[in-house]
């Protein structure tokens, strides 16, 4: 057990006191010797006491609580990264459950690969809120599509990767002018660095998240807007342009008759249109305002 590595679990939070106390209990209860990893909490400028609630757990688990101003979710991942002591970093977020053999399916993983980024599994434990299962279908669908081969990946979400604090240092980490796909900025600039992607579904964590109509508009809002950045960053540096690929919308429109009941299929082919609406005006908002 003592040739594992050590880990340094950064988990940001923002006025979600609740959802970082399930998240705190299930790494509280990670089946992995607890001096070979602590965990980070980052309040992003939130206005609730998370004093009691960290202070449940630290008896648990080596456990640091730092605050900064709001400036979104990579800056706070960068300073939970700058705070860190150990040599892998683990990101997760404050709706997730990691499983308790997280840990160690990231450890295989980087046993093969020390200088990979691992991408873990994400599945919803939502599963009553369409919001939710549709959110999940667009991620699972982009899993199957950019992530065919598993050990040359493309994309992952920041709420369960892995990967060496060195690596993510001298990259610079999140680019915090990113509030929204910065995971996708920080994917790209790995790849760009001759870095590999590695898909490891073993290392697998339950968003336990729920929003309604509203909140999932505003999020696919925001990813439009952070996609439209994102393909002009590409653009400056000279990575790529942005190409629509067609394959994977319509994977995404079919999956729901490929899975759900009909009256469910329809309504969640419903909220992927209400999906493409917002993000599409995202988009164009932010290329508009810019």
Excluded at 142 to 167: E, K, Y
Excluded at 206 to 227: E, I
Aim: proline content about 5%.
């Amino acid at each position: 057990m003592n040739g594992l590595p050590t880990f340094s679990i950064v988990v940001p939070t923002y006025n979600r006191s609740d959802a970082l106390t399930g998240a705190l209990a299930a790494l509280a209860s990670l089946d992995y010797p607890r001096d070979r990893f602590e965990v980070i909490i980052v309040d992003d400028g939130g206005t609730q006491d998370l004093e009691p609630v960290i202070e449940e757990f630290r008896a648990r688990m080596g456990l640091s609580y730092l605050r900064q101003s709001n400036r979104g979710p990579g800056a706070a991942r960068n300073t939970g990264a700058a705070a860190a002591l150990h040599e892998y970093l683990a990101f997760t977020d404050d709706d997730c459950r990691p499983n308790p053999d997280w840990l160690k399916a990231f450890a295989a993983a980087l046993a093969r690969g020390p200088e990979t980024l691992v991408g873990g599994l994400r599945i919803n434990a939502s599963p009553e809120c369409l919001c939710c299962v549709a959110s999940q279908m667009i991620l699972d669908v982009a899993n199957a599509h950019f992530n065919r081969d598993p050990g040359n990946a493309v994309f992952f979400p920041s709420d369960n990767i892995a990967m060496s604090r060195r690596q993510f240092l001298e990259l610079g980490g999140f680019d915090p002018s990113f509030r929204f796909a910065e995971d996708r900025v920080r994917c790209d600039r790995w790849a760009a660095r001759g870095w590999r992607l590695v898909h490891w579904p073993e290392a697998q964590v339950d968003h336990a998240k729920t929003m309604g109509l509203w909140g999932f508009c505003r999020q696919h809002f925001g990813y439009g807007q952070g996609a439209w950045r994102f393909h002009r960053a590409r653009k400056i540096r000279r990575t790529g342009a942005f190409t629509v690929d067609g394959r994977f919308y319509l994977r995404c429109f079919n999956r729901p008759w490929t899975t759900e009941p009909v009256g469910r299929a329809l309504r969640l082919t419903g909220l992927l249109g209400i999906w493409q609406a917002a993000n599409a005006a995202g988009y164009l908002y932010e290329k508009v305002r810019s």
